[in-house]
């Protein structure tokens, strides 16, 4: 069996693994390889969930530092990847008070609005006693076009293969080797630090490293929560905001033919978590999510006519990875970092995918500062995964909500899929 020498590996061909590479990479380590058998992107960053996160709703440090980063990519790949843009909040007083304070904190801009614009006023929405709205600086994303902007400085470095395990020597508590699976054979990856950034499958390797050998720290276990999207396709105006008192954010993006598509998330009652999801399952829609989708859309909007031949729906439940189950300390989407207590080893978990630029910096000064060799003198040879004749993966990820991954209906078709649209 065939070994491979590198500085560093990175497991995962998502966002967060990605953004790793890149600046990793700037940082000036070149002996650098990233590994994954799923086309690049698919998992969450594939379902491009709507406007993206720069700390409004969370005041974490990791999304509030990473907001300037991102505005800046968006800004030099010409809004193909996403934008920073107005986006409205209704909320009742006492929120909007709460949220106010986050904002002024955090220095983040925004304007107090007296009158409902007329694109939203034109579908009936109006301001109820006791409740404010606000103009705030998110923004849409395009979780496809981010992966490719990221991964194609780099495809000679990524490797389409399955790590079958991480090879673990307790007397130097170090990762030894990754073996992996490819469609030319088994290979040995020989890394100096292992970085591990796989989503759902951080589980699976955690798992397996820690019932093969006495690991000195045990990894947490991981809830997932199931966030509901309705997707409105069609001529409807630029809805994309968090509507609090509703329950409700959207993001309204447009699709290859130039066509307003709405996402609609459903927020409220999504604290419960399931700890066991099988990796693969395929998650069951949620008739009653859907009838909430679409009755506060009807309060917040009481005049759209859902029955209008120019509108399409569509609809999915989608898996979303939460921090580690029974940990006080962690926020929901707050990005968490382990080494499980091993010398060579990371593994992370975001949260949004606006805080992978926040672990990645943390985690690079984190090994600056210890002086790690491979990041104080790396290695000056680019690793070029054809050299070593492993297979390259090209392939992105569609977007969940592209043909072929979503079926669209009209409402009166839609109603015969659920329903309860018609019972209530």
């Known amino acids: 069996m065939k070994t491979i020498n590198c500085d560093c590996l990175i497991i995962g061909g998502g966002i967060q693994g990605l953004m ?39 005041s974490l440090i990791s999304t509030v530092e990473s ?7 968006f800004k030099q790949h ?9 986006a409205y909040v209704i909320t009742n007083e006492s929120d909007a008070q709460h949220l106010k304070s986050i904002w002024q904190a955090k220095s983040l801009p925004y304007q107090s609005l007296e009158k409902i614009p007329a694109s939203l006023q034109s579908l009936g929405c109006e301001l109820k006693p006791q409740q404010q709205l606000f103009s705030v600086q998110e923004g849409t994303i395009n979780g496809c076009a981010i992966i490719t902007v990221l991964a194609q400085p780099y495809r000679k470095q990524i ?23 490819t ?17 759902r499958n951080n589980q699976l390797l955690t798992t397996m490293l820690t019932q093969a050998h006495h690991l000195r720290k045990n990894l947490v276990p991981n809830t997932v929560r199931f966030i509901p999207m309705l997707l409105l396709k069609g001529k409807s105006p630029d809805l994309t905001g968090v509507y609090l008192s509703y329950g409700l954010t959207m993001a309204t993006t447009y699709d290859e033919e130039k066509q307003p598509v709405t996402i609609i998330s459903y927020i409220k009652g999504l604290s419960s978590t399931h700890e066991l999801v099988a990796l693969g399952e395929k998650i069951t829609d949620d008739a009653q999510l859907v009838y909430q989708c679409v009755t506060q859309f009807k309060k917040l909007f009481p005049q759209f006519k859902f029955d209008n031949n120019d509108y399409q729906l569509a609809y999915f439940t989608g898996p979303k990875i939460d921090s580690p189950a029974d940990n006080n300390e962690i926020m929901n989407n707050d990005c968490y970092m382990d080494d499980l207590g091993i010398n060579n080893f990371d593994f992370i978990w975001p949260g949004l995918f606006t805080n992978s630029y926040y672990a990645a910096t943390e985690l ?16 000056k040879t680019l690793f070029n995964a054809a050299d070593e004749q492993l297979p390259l993966q090209q392939e992105i990820a569609k977007e969940y909500r592209s043909p072929g991954k979503l079926e669209w209906y009209s409402w009166n078709d839609f109603c015969k899929k ?7």
Request: hydrophobic content about 35%; overall charge positive; proline content about 3%.
């Open 20 to 58: 790793l590479l890149n600046l990793l990479q700037e940082a000036g380590v070149q002996s650098l390889a990233l590994v994954t058998d799923q086309p690049l992107g698919e998992g969450e960053s594939n379902h491009t969930h709507g406007y993206y996160n720069r700390g409004y709703f969370n």
């Open 67 to 73: 907001s300037h980063w991102w505005d800046h990519f």
């Open 78 to 86: 010409h809004d193909k990847c996403g934008k920073k843009d107005n």
């Open 159 to 181: 490797v389409d293969a399955r790590v079958q395990k991480l090879i673990y020597s307790e007397e130097q508590n170090t990762i030894m080797q990754a073996e992996i699976n």
């Open 183 to 199: 469609s030319k054979g088994t290979f040995l990856i020989k890394s100096k630090h292992y970085f591990l950034c796989a989503g």
């Open 364 to 379: 690079i000064k984190k090994y600056r500062t210890a002086g790690a060799s491979w990041l104080v003198t790396p290695a």
């Open 418 to 424: 659920y329903p309860i649209l018609l019972a209530k």
